[in-house]
Each structure stands twice: as C-alpha cells, then as structure tokens.
C-alpha cells in the first residue's frame, strides 16, 4: 500500500515562508499533488509534481525528489487567507488519488 | 460551469436508518470518486468509477455501503444502515480523462451526521 506523512500543524506569520514537509511510501506512483482545503470546505487543487525538481504557481512552488521520497510545498508571501489544511496525494496509478494526513496550517498577523 | 454538485449538504439521521447521498460530477468528466473525511482517518478513497464503470470499491468499509453511476451525470451512494461510526463528511469529486495531474475537482460535501 501507500501512506504518506505530514506535520500536523505549522504556524507562520503575515509575510513569511513556510514549508509543509510530505514524505511517503509507495512502490510506485505517477506524481504528487498538493491541495488546500478551508474550514468547512472542499479540497481544491494546488499543484503537481510528475518528475524530480521545482514546479512553482504563482506564491506556491512544489518539490519532488523521488529519490528521498520526500517532496514539500513552499507558500511565500503568507497571507491570511493562506490559513488553511494542505494535504500532499500521491497519484497511484489508475486514477487512484491517495491523500496524506494533512497539515494544518496557521497564519497570524 | 456549476462545479460538481452534492446532495444532501447536511444530514442528521438515527442509527439503523437508511442513508442516500446524492452526486452530479462536472459535465464531460468522466471519473467519478467517492471519498469520505473523519478527523480520525483523514481522506479516504471509498470508491471510484470511470465512464460510469465501478473500478475500484476497495475501500468501501463494509457491505452496508454501496454506491452506483447509473449515467454519466449522476452518482449516489448508500448506507443501510446507517451507524454513528459512520458520521463523517462525504466528498464526491470528478475528473477529466487523460493522463497527467489528476485533477480532482470536489463538491463541496455532504456532512453527515447518525445519531
């Protein structure tokens, strides 16, 4: 199978940078993804990462490195609206998404 | 585009009664998934289809959970009978085909909660 772990909680400052660690196990995977989830919300869709390296949207950049199977999402210029739950999934194969255990991320001014 | 669209958005009911969510994925996706979020065991997959074919139901807890895509536009899935362990908020998301990022857009869930 595969599982795939995160911090539980990461507090931040207005301004800063922050880094939400994912490392995983999995006898083979397509990619990682990262999503964002509110309070009370739905998980949407952040970023992928198919290959080994930086992929960077906008204040998000992703990092893969399959070697460590390890991979982080970097959010610059924290914002408050940033306050939220960042989940890191592997892409399994067979259009099979499976989910970290999240992190829960809190910006304060 | 309304997104994907999930009914009920909030359900109370009691213990022994029969549970039906409801799922409209976005028009021309054809993967539909069926996930199910507890602070307990975070996102779990429980089911997904693809062009209206079940693939994958291993993570469907038990057989009192079933789940059906009768046509491309509509999904549900059931619980009979319902438990309080099953109190938890139920995603249903969709996805274009093809390869690439996995895209999963998700509705924006059904809450519930068995007394």
């Known amino acids: 199978g595969q599982s795939l772990e995160q911090p539980s909680e990461v507090t931040a400052v207005e301004g800063a940078i922050v880094q939400i660690n994912c490392t995983y196990q999995t006898s083979g995977f397509y990619g990682l993804s990262w999503y964002q989830q509110h309070d009370g919300g739905a998980p949407t869709f952040l970023s992928y990462?198919?290959?080994?390296g930086l992929e960077e949207t906008g204040r998000f950049s992703s990092f893969l490195s399959r070697s460590d199977s390890y991979g982080y999402l970097l959010l610059q210029e924290l914002q408050m609206k940033d306050s939220a739950s960042y989940f890191c999934a592997l892409n399994t194969g067979f259009q099979k998404l499976v989910f970290g255990t999240g992190t829960r991320l809190l910006v304060s001014p | 585009d309304a997104g994907v669209i999930q009914s009920p958005r909030h359900e109370v009911t009691e213990m022994g009664q029969e549970v039906t969510l409801r799922c409209k994925p976005i028009?021309?996706?054809?993967?539909l998934f069926w996930y199910r979020q507890t602070m307990m065991r975070g996102l779990e997959l429980l089911i997904y289809f693809n062009n209206n074919v079940p693939i994958d139901d291993s993570g469907m807890p038990e057989d009192r959970f079933s789940a059906k895509m009768p046509n491309a536009s509509f999904s549900t899935l059931k619980i009979q009978p319902s438990e309080p362990r099953d109190s938890a908020v139920y995603f249903c998301a969709s996805r274009i085909g093809g390869s690439g990022a996995n895209v999963l857009t998700f509705g924006a869930g059904s809450r519930l909660t068995v007394l």
């Open positions: 028009s021309g996706h054809n993967s």
């Open positions: 990462n198919a290959l080994d």
